[in-house]
Antibody, heavy 118, light 107 residues
């Protein structure tokens, strides 16, 4: 059974940096693209970033471009999201998700909560 | 950027049918994907490529298309179907977008 487990969330001050991690298991990690999606408190889903199966292509939502960096470590089966210059409106649950058929996000982790507050 | 539109809410009695629409200009070229999210839980994939159901998803969930409007239909709604439903699509350059979500209330 596909498993995705996020970690690295917490309370951080505005302007600081944070790295989220996502541990993948029970599927061939190196064969799939991966995503980060966030959800602010009481808000809808917002797609944040995508990385191709081999890390050769990355894309970002306009709202985070330049501050967020998605990366992956194939041997460790880990997905990462580096967030710089954190702002209060970055406060959200951050989900990692696995690419599925077509442009679907077939499996999701349980999420990591990031709270940006002084 | 591109946007998807969904109704904010839909109310339905148990056993009845709920229809949730998703529209957007980009949908003339791309497929739609649907997700269910219950409070405090991660989203679950319900429909992919407009009409296909992943394994394990009940048959009462179905997807359809009419032009650039896509519809998620829940036939014979059950109390456990009360949740938020999101449509999602894709644009060139591997950018993705979610609709604003529709809250389904089972009366």
């Amino acid at each position: 059974q596909v498993q995705l487990v996020e970690s690295g969330g917490g309370v951080v001050q505005p302007g600081m940096s944070l790295r989220l991690s996502c541990a993948a298991s029970a599927f061939t990690f190196g064969a799939y693209g991966m995503h980060w999606v966030r959800q602010g408190p009481g808000k809808g889903l917002e797609w944040v970033a995508y990385i191709s199966y081999n890390g050769g292509y990355r894309s970002y939502a306009d709202t985070v471009k330049g501050r967020f960096t998605i990366s992956r470590d194939q041997p460790k089966k880990m997905l990462y999201l580096e967030i710089n210059s954190l702002r209060p409106d970055d406060t959200a649950v951050y989900y990692c998700a696995k690419d599925g058929i077509g442009a679907s996000l077939s499996h999701w982790g349980q999420g990591a909560l990031v709270t940006v507050s002084s | 950027s591109f946007e998807l539109t969904q109704p904010p809410s839909v109310s339905v009695s148990p056993g009845q049918t709920a229809n949730i629409t998703c529209s957007g200009d980009i949908l003339s070229k791309q497929s739609v994907y649907w997700y269910q999210q219950k409070p405090g839980q991660a989203p679950v994939s319900l429909i992919y490529k407009d009409t296909e159901r992943p394994s394990g998803i009940p048959e009462r969930f179905s997807g359809s298309r009419s032009g650039t409007t896509f519809t998620l239909t829940i036939t014979g709604v059950q109390a456990e179907d009360e949740a938020d439903y999101y449509c999602q699509s894709y644009n060139s350059g591997a950018t993705y977008v979610f609709g604003p979500g529709t809250k389904v209330t089972v009366l």
